[in-house]
């Protein structure tokens, strides 16, 4: 609870601050807009902060959304209809986790070394999928390849981002409400089944959850599958509400930032600690600091150097945490 009253109190000084250092940065379709991304950030912050609490990691998602947002470009330019085509990339995110939790949970692989290996992986796949549209694509190349996808791509829009179907005008933040919604089924899980029990207790003590009678590979595995078909939806937006999308840079650093959210938002790096209303707030905080940033003048390279430093304090503060919890044993 410390931890979230500190957040929200974080978010209050950051919005208070927005609003004062420009009369346009406190108009609605600002805010609407730094909304949107808070809740594409959001959505990719759940399935990592679930990782987190079984004491897992996972650096891949980054790629992932990269990787799936060229897929389903390409996949609608190649003929797949949009309305296809998104529950394809969800499963092609999935698919990953899949493979990501058999890699970690059967060999007992380190999930810093798989996920490191499948971030170079799955951005080096996503410039192979690219390569017929020579690294490039977007929903104006898809409906000029596909006229007929126009309309279902300009529905999709609105619904999954807010956008006008006419003249693509931010009306609503949309991606903000998904991650609402999307994080009241989590917290339903987290906090209201057993599922979410066996989560904590694995992430505060494996031994003891397998003694327990929890069958921890089985729950390690559903969880990296979630958090990559949480990565692969947000692909999906990112696609959507990007003019288009390149294979290079496609995704680039959300696994820092959906780590950053979670720890934020009170995750601890050690596991077994998190709630649902945590990861929505953790996640709002970087994307209304780089709306500051850019209404301050600064430049954008202030925002690695707050990342870092709050992973840092997060690991300290966990460290400090853990020795505390010893002394009073």
Known sequence: ?????????????????????????????????????????GVVTLGAALVIIVGGIDLSVGAVVGCAAVLFGVL?????????????????????????GLLITRLKLQPFLVTLCGMFIFRGIARLIAQPVR?????????????????????????LIGKAPSDGELLF???????????AVVGFFLHRTAYGRYWYAIGHSELAAKYAGVNVNRQRVSIYVVCSALAGFGGILLFLDAPSVQSDNAGNAYELYAILGAVLGGCSLRGGEGTAVGMVLGAMVLPLLENLVTFQGAKNDVIPVVIGMTLLFGAIVDELIRQRSRVHR
């Open 135 to 159: 690294g490039t694509v977007g929903i104006t190349s898809v409906i000029e390849a596909q006229r007929e996808f126009n309309d279902p791509l300009r529905t999709l829009r609105y619904l």
């Open 1 to 41: 609870m410390t931890r979230i009253l500190g957040v929200l109190g974080l978010l209050v000084v950051l919005y208070s601050a927005l609003i004062a250092s420009d009369p346009n940065a406190g108009r609605p379709d600002n805010l609407t807009s730094v909304a949107n991304l808070q809740g594409r950030y």
């Open 76 to 100: 609608m330019h190649d003929g797949v209809h949009p309305y296809v085509a998104v529950p394809l990339v969800v499963l092609f995110g999935g698919m990953i986790g899949l493979t990501n």
């Open 173 to 183: 933040p949309a991606q903000f409400i998904l991650l609402l919604i999307l994080a």
